[in-house]
Structure formats: structure tokens, C-alpha cells
């Protein structure tokens, strides 16, 4: 059975940082590219950035919104993939979610809810 | 950016058919994907690659693509589709994937 669990989520003061983890298990990690997609409170969704497989070489790309203060990063060895969350803003509040990306989204968790407030 | 437009709400009769729609610049020649969200659920993939669906997903949802617009067809309508749904699709040109607004389906 595919399981992937996020994790690290919560509030945190504008500015600051954050990192969250999504944990996965049921399929070959390795193999696969990771996305991660968010929903602010009320919204649609958001794509967010994802990471090749090693095999396209592991690269990331993001969507302008984060560019540059977010870092999607992968652990093959231990099958998670990271997201991290600097210079956060009050618009990056939202439920995180981790998916694998075959260009689509076919295995969702169930997200992390991260709150940027004061 | 490539967008996707859908229109934020489709009501339908128990029973009868639902058309979500998801607008785009030549969206026909794209490959577009469907996704159910229930309220306080993670998404649902429920047609990939403009028609197939994956295992678990009833007949009852099907999709089409042509021309400038992509299609969720929802037949026999029950009350547990009621939900938001979302196309996506990958833009070959930035390598993004891109979701569309969503569509609330209400069922009366």
C-alpha cells in the first residue's frame, strides 16, 4: 500500500522558517519525481514545486510564489522529500500537501497545516 | 503562465449528468488530468490523461479533451460527488503543472 505522511507543520512568526517532511513508503521512491501542492484556507490549490527522480538528474523547479525562498530536497535512501520554507509570509499559510508526480498526481497524503502569523 | 479556467460552481439533479469544464489555450493537443476534493479530504485522482481512470474510480466518471476545452462528465450523479474539482495539466513550456480554480459541484 503507497502511504506518504507529511509532517512539521505549525505556526510559525512571518519571516522565519520551516521545514517539512513527507515520509513515503508502498512504492520505489527512487524512481519517482515528488511534488508538493498547498491550499490556502478556502482556496483551490496551488502547485508549489517539485523534484526529479536522480535518473532526470534531481533537479527542482518552483512556481514564482516561492521561488527562491523555498528548497524542495530528496532522501532517496530513506524514501522523503523535503520542503523548506524561508522568509515565510502571512500568504504562505495553507495545508501542504506531498504528492508523487507522474505529471499528475496520482497518490496524495494528507497534509500538514502551516500557519504563518504573529 | 499557462491557465486553466473552470467555473467556480455546477449544480445537478441526484441522477443526473454533471459537465465540469476547464478552459485553455489549445487545451485539446495537452494531456489533462481530474481531481475530487470532499471537504477536509486530500484531492482524489479520478481521470489521468484526458479519459483513463484509475482502479476504484466508478465508470461513472469519465473525461474528454478537444479544441479549447477539457471535460469531467459525471454520470448518474450521487450525493457523495459532491465535492470541488480540479483539472491540471503539465506545461511542457516551464515544466510547471497548473491546476485550474476548481468547481464546486452541488448536488440537489
Known amino acids: 500500500e503507497v502511504q506518504l505522511v507529511e509532517s512539521g507543520g505549525g505556526v510559525v512568526q512571518p519571516g522565519r522558517s520551516l521545514r517539512l517532511s513527507c515520509t513515503t513508503s508502498g512504492f520505489n521512491f527512487g524512481d519517482n519525481a515528488m511534488s508538493w501542492v498547498r491550499q490556502a484556507p478556502g482556496k483551490g490549490l496551488e502547485w508549489v514545486g517539485f523534484i526529479k527522480s536522480k535518473l532526470y538528474g534531481g533537479t527542482p523547479e518552483y512556481a514564482a510564489s516561492v521561488k527562491g525562498r523555498f528548497t524542495i530536497s530528496r532522501d532517496d535512501s530513506k524514501s522523503i522529500v523535503y520542503l523548506q520554507m524561508n522568509s515565510l509570509e502571512a500568504e504562505d499559510t495553507a495545508v501542504y500537501y506531498c504528492t508523487r508526480d507522474d505529471w499528475f498526481f496520482d497518490y496524495w497524503g494528507q497534509g500538514t497545516l502551516v500557519t504563518v502569523s504573529s | 503562465s499557462y491557465v486553466l479556467i473552470q467555473p467556480p460552481s455546477v449544480s445537478v439533479a441526484s441522477g443526473q449528468t454533471a459537465t465540469i469544464t476547464c478552459g485553455g489555450d489549445?487545451?485539446?493537443?495537452?494531456?489533462v488530468h481530474w481531481y475530487q476534493q470532499r471537504p477536509g479530504q486530500a484531492p482524489v485522482l479520478v481521470v489521468y490523461k484526458n479519459r483513463d481512470r484509475p482502479s476504484g474510480i466508478p465508470e461513472r466518471f469519465s473525461g474528454s479533451n478537444s479544441g479549447s476545452t477539457a471535460t469531467l462528465t459525471i454520470s448518474r450523479v450521487e450525493d457523495g460527488d459532491e465535492a470541488d474539482y480540479y483539472c491540471?495539466?503539465?506545461?511542457?513550456?516551464?515544466?510547471?503543472?497548473?491546476f485550474g480554480g476548481g468547481t464546486k459541484l452541488t448536488v440537489l
Open positions: 491540471q495539466l503539465w506545461d511542457r513550456n516551464t515544466d510547471h503543472r497548473v
Open positions: 489549445n487545451i485539446g493537443t495537452k494531456s
